[in-house]
């Protein structure tokens, strides 16, 4: 935040979380700003629930958002007032203004949040339980977190949120689940209705919910186990797919931290990139694939994996590596032996960034062991044998081994 303008020692801008009570759910503190304001911005149904009270320009968020911000930052240093539901730093309107104006700028009045609301009508302790925000969002951001026994709270977008949640959980397995919409909640409006997700049928739905689930998974259901190395069947692929062993190994290597940037190079099916994101929800990839089939399919994946933020950038490199944004970590998977491929990568990753490359070929670990005598790092074979069927016996049958290459830029 280092180019904001020097702030100011009064805040300016007053940040204020009101219920579907309106009004009453107020304290006179924040009525009285209210009141004052010459300026308040805020939704529809803001302005509605609080229309007793604002006396100065009613200004309603417009399209594109980035509109509003640039409305309000114009006002920097003048009395404004910015209406949001709830806790304005959950999900809210909080941590978009706070990417552009300082803390002590501000005056923000929260009220309970929509998940705490729910938790507090379902008696579920708040953290012990998945909170997750589907407005605006995919809804298969919900895939990592189902598994047996878990509790989510999920706010959706609209009224057609919970049923779209319903068809997810029924189509991967989870139809047993229960499944508490909570509608309009702290209003008059005010409904809680309960179902299984297979038996899914609630219509009228306020556009104002919030879905708790109750997770039961049933037989064959897609769980995401939290460790690397996920199950290659889990993946839609075509066989070009970094194995599970491997791919274990892999992501150990890359040792992903909290909000770092991966490119995928050769992406294939798009598994390294996957198992990045779901490492933490602040990582982010990019998966790069010439081939229009397979970014086509790492991008389904990324969906049924729950990491719909997995950029695809079809093309090949080193071409397609051009305006990407700097990366924390690079992997090299497919198509490393191509000329200028590596130096690409090398010279477009950070100080202190790591790289890590795998070699099938014999032409890739030529590649890697010259870079590996020019410029160290660690070189490490991986051999991994199965064991199947020989004849009327069994024995073990190997895998094609894989030459790994690590390396961290000074």
Known sequence: MSDMPSHTTKPWLVIIGIGEDGPEGLGEHAK?????????????????????????????????????????????????????????????????LSRHVNADEMLTIPAPSAFSMAASRLGWPLQETACLSLHGRSIDL?????????????????????GELAALLSNSGFGHSRMIVLEALGGARERILSTSADDFRLSDIDPLNVCGVE?????????????????????????????????????????PRHGELLWDIGAGSGSIGIEWMLSDPSLKAVAIEQSRERAERI???????????????????????????????IFVGGGGSEPGVMDAAIASLKSGGRLVANAVTLEMEAVLLTEQARRGGLLTRIEISRAGSLGAMSGWRPAMPVVQWRWIKD
């Open 32 to 96: 009285r700003l209210i009141s004052a304001a010459p300026a308040v911005f805020g939704g529809e149904r803001h302005h509605a629930l609080m229309e007793s009270l604002i006396t100065g320009e009613r200004l309603v968020w417009q399209s594109p958002f980035e509109k509003s911000i640039n409305a309000i930052l114009s006002r920097r240093g003048s009395p404004v007032v910015v209406l949001a539901s709830g806790d304005p730093f959950l999900y809210g309107i909080g941590a978009t």
């Open 299 to 329: 991008a389904r994946n990324a969906f049924a994996f729950g990491v719909p933020g997995l950029a695809v950038v079809e093309g090949t490199a080193p071409a397609a590596l051009g305006g990407l944004p700097v990366p924390d970590a």
């Open 142 to 162: 919900v895939r990592p977190h189902l598994h047996s026994g878990r509790r989510i709270i999920a706010l959706t977008s609209d009224a057609r949120g919970p």
């Open 215 to 255: 997770v039961k998974a049933g037989k064959g259901a897609r769980i995401l186990p939290f460790a690397a190395g996920l199950d290659d069947e889990l993946f839609e692929h075509d066989g070009q797919i970094t194995k599970r062993e491997v791919r274990a190994l892999t992501q150990s290597a890359l040792a």
